[in-house]
């Protein structure tokens, strides 16, 4: 069966230091792969999407970036973080992409405090 | 362009109430619906899924959803809730002129008293 991993669980920054979340999938071949930040009264915001390996569609402008060096991995980094990239990340997966019929999968999750 | 609305925010039932969430979106076309759940310290998962067929779709743990094209609804429900259904509640949909996005609401906290 498939299951997704995210880590660290919880982590503090200091405001400017660099950030990275880490998310693998197991069990399945060429997923799409998301990141989400979830904030509290306001749903689940879309902030990248993957395909594939080294295929990163961006949503939404930001502080943040991601990577996909191998099929099953995805990266969420910062080099410099604000006050403002405080939140909870998920990471999800799914199969049959771009098309009705998908289901996602989520993760864990992260939670990020930038003091 | 699509969006989702959740009409509560925050319920509170005691047990063995039934439970009804609204849930409507926006968008004209083919859409897939999705329910998810979160519970208190775990990740969040699907709860039941609408993709064709009968619009009535039952999920896991007794709940059901009624897609109503005509309403652009997709209503969450529960005849008889337990302490531990407890937890927040997200609507997605996801149309086929979406690309790869999954609209979520803003999600609903559900506290069922013992």
């Known amino acids: 069966s498939q299951t997704i991993h995210q880590w660290p669980a919880t982590l503090v920054q200091p405001v400017g230091s660099p950030l990275s979340l880490e998310c693998t999938v197991e069990?399945?071949?060429?997923?799409?792969l998301y990141w989400y930040r979830q904030a509290a009264g306001r749903g689940l915001q879309l902030l990248f999407y993957?395909?594939?390996?080294?295929?990163i569609s961006s949503e939404v402008p930001q502080n943040l970036s991601a990577s996909r060096p191998q099929d099953r991995q995805f990266i969420l980094s910062s080099k410099k973080l604000l006050l403002s990239d405080s939140g909870f990340y998920l990471c999800?997966?799914?199969?049959?992409?771009?098309?009705?019929?998908?289901?996602?999968?989520f993760g864990p999750g992260t939670r990020l405090l930038v003091l | 362009a699509q969006s989702v609305s959740q009409h509560n925010h925050h319920v509170i039932l005691s047990e063995a109430a039934s439970l009804e969430l609204g849930c409507n979106y926006s968008?004209?076309?083919?859409?897939?619906l999705f329910w998810y759940v979160q519970y208190p310290g775990q990740h969040l998962q699907l709860l039941l899924k609408?993709?064709?067929?009968?619009?009535l779709v039952k999920g896991i743990k007794g709940f059901e959803a009624e897609f109503i094209k005509s309403k652009f609804s997709f209503n969450l429900r529960k005849p008889s809730v337990q302490w531990s259904d407890t937890a927040e509640y997200f609507c997605?949909?996801?149309?086929?002129?979406?690309?790869?996005?999954?609209?979520f609401g803003a999600g609903t906290r559900l506290f069922v008293k013992a």
């Open positions: 999800a997966w799914s199969v049959s992409p771009g098309q009705l019929g998908e289901t996602q999968y």
């Open positions: 069990g399945t071949s060429n997923p799409n």
């Open positions: 993957s395909v594939g390996i080294g295929q």
């Open positions: 968008y004209g076309g083919t859409v897939n």
């Open positions: 609408y993709f064709s067929g009968d619009p």
């Open positions: 997605a949909v996801r149309g086929d002129g979406g690309g790869f996005k999954t609209i």
